[in-house]
């Protein structure tokens, strides 16, 4: 067996901290003595990351808003990779965060240090001519698709499927049982779960116009439940969304948690991102929304291939379930697109099938897989 490795690792947000936090067992089982250091959260440090910098320091998306914090993000990664080029890990891991990791890794790998990128940035859906940079940036990709290791090796990158750990961590049958129970929900309360997002700014942008959707809905159906699940550290963001609503609509606020608010809930009204591929793990009928600044979505548009931007539709080649962004995601339009699907239960039969085949294709045990594949890039 080898040795314990030194890995260094950056996952810039909460979702890449998730992500990170499930490889990072499959890790610390083969070497109990790992040692990682780097950027991260507070799932990686359950396994025993020692974080430099907190990941929500890069929790930051859309042009204008990254252009804000560009100054201390560059300094950041400047310091980052100094200490790094002295300290000299066996292995660096970006997890997600292409913006951040990929030059990161580029500089790393000229000065001889392996280099995995966890992740395959998304250039089947925008941003192709990134695949340029990932061939210098990277020694090894490690893919959650299936489809993308194939693409990458044409372009003469290696790289591993290993599956998507969030389809491990999620149980194929719902807890929504005990899940209502732990929350206080009975079980016949008919539950709307909003998540605005993890990011600071998607929760300016987003949670207002779901506060707005869950009083337009409280206006209309009068016995519905609503539940938030608030990132550590947002709440005095999403209370300020909530004020110009008091009165109007009642949402119960519970911290973190959004695994339990998924399985207890009846459909969700929910923010474009990871957080769409958990819902869909959960078998739950959602409604994808996503707002930023204008110039941000202006530019960020037109540079989109594909007639999808939720990962359940993107993975299922179909609309499976509604898209409302930016303009389109008006109180009213949400609310008629959730109560479409609390009003024909045999649709919702239906995608619940769907994300159960979704389910088993992505579960392959990807802690194991990616700390195999991680082994090899060791020996090499």
Known sequence: MLPAPRLALVAGEASGDLLA???????????????????????????????????????????????????EIAGIRRQLGERLLAERPDVFIGVDAPDFNLGLEEKLRAAGIKSVHFVCPSIWAWRGKRIEKIRRAADHVLCLFPFEPALLQKHGIAASYVGHPLADAIPLEVPRAQARATLQLAPDDTVVALLPGSRRSEVQYIAPSLYAAAAELQRRRPGLRFVLPVVPGLRTMVDAAAAPYAGQVEVTLVEGRSHEVLAACDVTLIASGTATLEAALFKRPMVITYNMHWLSWQMMKRMGYLPWVGLPNILCEDFVVPELLQHHATPAALADATLAWLDQPARCRAVEQRFLELHHRLRCNTAQAATDAIAKILQA
């Open 21 to 71: 936090g499930l490889m990072m067992g499959g890790l610390r089982a083969r070497w109990p003595a790992l040692q990682a250091q780097g950027i991260g959260g507070p799932r990686m440090a359950e396994h025993g990351f020692e974080a430099w910098w907190p990941h929500e320091k890069l929790a930051v998306r859309g042009y204008v808003e990254v252009l804000r914090h560009y100054r």
